[in-house]
């Protein structure tokens, strides 16, 4: 029987550290909307057990015992793809962390192995070339962005690296020396209130 064709191809994507394999980031994703039994079914009216997008590890627990297993086999590989409990992952390392992609057992490897590799190049580029534990623990928020822009839900979004990074770089400085020149203070505020009311009391004349 062939396998049933879905949008959410990305169980997770985590990030650990080198040197103590401690976990620096881990998104798991699951299907927003779980499907439900047929009213005519004998099952009961809560979610089947497996479905496309299912989250295979919904609990800390589990996430803890699979990620433990994962470093476990993959500190000693020369490959940057395996099949590790029935689940396809792809992995790079990028200086003291590593980056890896989980797919089900029956995913593209090649198109789990271009998000891998879009992740790393959008971080090599948002953090400009310093793709280091401290580095990603200090720029937390873009490291996670650039995880939405690439994967939302499980569903693969872009993998163009330069088109995530443009996406979620940080606004231009001059718009915030712009931003730091308006009088936002009680006088200047009621300023503008004054200007307003001026201004309106005058077209209504014109207008009479």
């Known amino acids: ?6 949008l959410f191809s990305t169980n997770a994507i985590l990030i650990f550290a080198c040197d103590d ?3 620096i980031l881990a998104k798991y994703y699951d299907a927003p909307h779980h499907p439900q039994h047929p009213p ?13 997008g ?8 589990e996430q803890k015992a699979f990620e433990k297993g ?4 993959t500190v000693k590989q020369n490959t940057d793809v395996i099949l590790y409990d029935n689940r396809i992952v792809v992995f790079k390392t990028e200086g003291d962390v590593m980056l890896y992609v989980v797919g089900g057992g029956e995913e593209n490897e090649i198109l789990l192995y271009n998000v891998v590799l879009c992740l790393r190049d959008a971080l090599n580029i948002l953090l400009k070339g310093s793709t280091d ?6 720029n937390y928020d873009l490291v996670a962005l650039a995880i939405d822009e690439i994967v939302d839900d499980g569903i693969i979004l ?7 990074a443009s996406r979620v770089s940080r606004p231009p400085t001059q718009d915030i020396s712009n931003i730091r020149g308006i009088d936002l203070s009680e006088q200047g505020l009621q300023n ?3 200007l307003g009311k001026a201004t309106l009391k005058e077209r209504l004349r014109q207008g009479l």
Do not use: G
């Not at 029987?1 to 879905?6: F, G, K, L, T, Y």
């Not at 005519?40 to 496309?52: D, E, I, L, R």
């Open 21 to 23: 394999s401690s976990r």
């Open 133 to 138: 534990k401290r580095t990603i623990i200090e």
């Open 192 to 194: 503008v209130w004054e």
């Open 54 to 61: 299912k989250n295979p590890y919904p609990t800390l627990k």
């Open 70 to 73: 994962l470093l476990e086999k």
């Open 40 to 52: 005519h079914s004998s099952h009961s009216s809560s979610a089947p057990a497996s479905y496309p």
């Open 1 to 6: 029987m062939a396998p049933e064709i879905s």
């Open 158 to 164: 872009e993998t163009d690296p330069v088109v995530v």
